[in-house]
């Protein structure tokens, strides 16, 4: 049987990557980590960390330590419990990305704020999208308070769409209330531990400074069993060196010491080696996503994490266009392919605009078959029946047809990935007699025709009152009613 070949993007040798960890050992021992939070450098200190005032130092050992306890998979299960992401080796899974402030308005192409019909339709379109594995909670509702935006957008998420989420917290109080919500509807937190439900990004602020929030999440995160991604964001030339390598030295630094807080509050939690870093452009003060040194540094870190042994995470497969362009287009595709073949086990980003601060539902139906084609393409080029070219050993001067032919009707699905009706591939009068739509029109109608037709599979009714109990409650709290869904 000849063995498929995975297409592999490798951008670091192994002594470049050995070079990248142990320096990153070095800043940590050396410069250190400031802590903003007590708890964390009170592990810390236990572990045998140096600390002068607020500035921790790792140790190499210490860091070697937590490295052993990190798992080297992660499962992620879906809201009915059943796998959907499985976080190792080579196994990539596409997520819209989170942290959009704004929804690009396809009836004025402009920037607006998002309310609550916004999050249900982006997650019942995210629940209906066959190569997005996983939903996020993208965007912030404006008609809720800003103290519990973050818990509503889980609530949101958890009603409308059957997929594991990728979330994140604003305040520390948060973090309770949301596994509340994950508990509401896994069933117990022995069953959440047992089949995660959510990732929790938790994201290190450049350079080598975690908050208190950020500390709490992580140390929150690993007691409860809940997988978390870190999230480092170092920009070249402002809150990093401006080498791509300098660049990856700090992120894996700032990486390397988040497992440490991590594992040392609960040795063996899940956790994913991750981040969104970016080139710095030093003409518009702006961190370009699109930008090719961005993909590099993407792909680089996620070879960091492999080559530490750990789950990935990366921010690909967006674009800083503020409409879906052409520039949408080739920006999301590259990252898309280069995130893909870096072999990134969770992918972030389809449907974002603008820096990752716009979502657009026309653009994440767009992307879906960008993932479709990515998820393909790292499949390889596979060996097919007894012999790789069987029809050419039948009688083709005779009148044999490959279109009709055995082979085809038996591979055909297999090796060809069938785009959506959002992807033109008609002759040209075809086009033509039905309207001459471009990728936007054929876009907007798919949104308009997934949100009219698709059904998510409600949550059982026990399970969804515990969910509202505990949303009903935190509003409470917040003295407001809730905004209507409908």
Not at 115 to 128: N, P
Not at 184 to 207: H, N, T, Y
Not at 346 to 359: K, T
Request: charged fraction near 25%.
């Amino acid at each position: 049987m000849l063995e498929t070949r995975r297409p592999k993007l490798d951008l670091l040798s192994r002594p470049f990557l050995d070079q990248i960890v142990s320096e990153a050992l070095d800043v940590l021992e050396k410069t250190g980590v400031l802590i903003e939070n007590d708890e964390a450098l009170r592990l810390l200190a236990e572990a045998g960390c140096p600390c002068r005032g607020r500035i921790a130092s790792f140790k190499p050992n210490l860091v070697e330590a937590s490295l052993k306890t990190a798992p080297r998979a992660i499962r992620v299960y879906d809201r009915g419990g059943a796998l959907t992401m499985a976080l190792e080796g080579d196994a990539i899974h596409f997520d819209p990305g989170s942290g959009a402030l704004k929804i690009l308005d396809p009836a004025t192409l402009e920037e607006r704020k998002p309310v609550t019909r916004d999050l249900v339709r982006f997650a019942i379109l995210t629940d209906a999208l066959p190569n997005i594995a996983a939903q996020s909670t993208e965007m912030i509702s404006m008609d809720v308070p800003e103290a519990m935006q973050d818990r509503y957008r889980l609530y949101i998420g958890l009603r409308y769409c059957t997929k594991p989420v990728v979330t994140g917290t604003f305040a520390v109080e948060s973090f309770q209330i949301m596994k509340d919500m994950l508990v509401a509807v896994r069933g117990s937190e022995r069953a959440l531990r047992e089949k995660p439900l959510a990732i929790f990004d938790c994201c290190p602020s450049p350079p080598l400074k975690w908050s208190h929030l950020t500390c709490q999440n992580l140390i929150d995160a690993s007691r409860a069993g809940v997988p978390a991604a870190l999230i480092s964001m170092p920009l070249t030339g402002a809150t990093s060196p401006v080498t791509l390598a300098g660049a990856l030295v700090q992120l894996t630094a700032e990486n390397l010491s988040g497992i440490v807080i991590h594992q040392l509050a609960h040795p063996g939690a899940p956790i994913i080696f991750g981040g969104s870093p970016a080139a710095f452009d030093m003409r518009t003060g702006t961190p370009p996503m699109g930008a090719v040194e961005t993909m590099m540094l993407n792909a680089a870190h996620v070879q960091v994490g492999k080559h530490l042994g750990l789950p990935t995470h990366s921010y690909m497969g967006l674009s800083d266009a503020k409409i879906v362009d052409g520039q949408a287009g080739f920006e999301t595709g590259m990252g898309a392919l280069v995130a893909a073949l870096a072999g990134a086990n969770v992918i972030s980003g389809p449907g974002m605009l603008d820096f990752e601060s716009c979502q657009s539902l026309e653009k994440l139906v767009l992307d879906n078959e960008i993932c479709g084609m990515a998820l393909r393409m790292v499949r390889g080029v596979e060996a097919r029946g007894d012999r790789l070219a069987g029809d050419l050993f039948g009688d083709i001067y005779a009148g044999d047809h490959f279109l009709a032919s055995e082979e085809t009707l038996r591979w055909f699905r297999d090796e060809v990935y069938t785009a959506g009706p959002v992807v033109d591939r008609d002759a040209y009068e075809n086009w033509v007699n039905r309207g001459k739509k471009s990728a936007w029109d054929r876009a907007c109608l798919e949104v308009a025709r997934i949100l009219s037709s698709h059904t998510v599979e409600p949550l059982p009714d026990d399970r969804l009152a515990a969910l509202m109990d505990v949303m009903k409650a935190d509003a409470r709290r917040m003295g407001i009613v809730l905004p209507p869904l409908d």
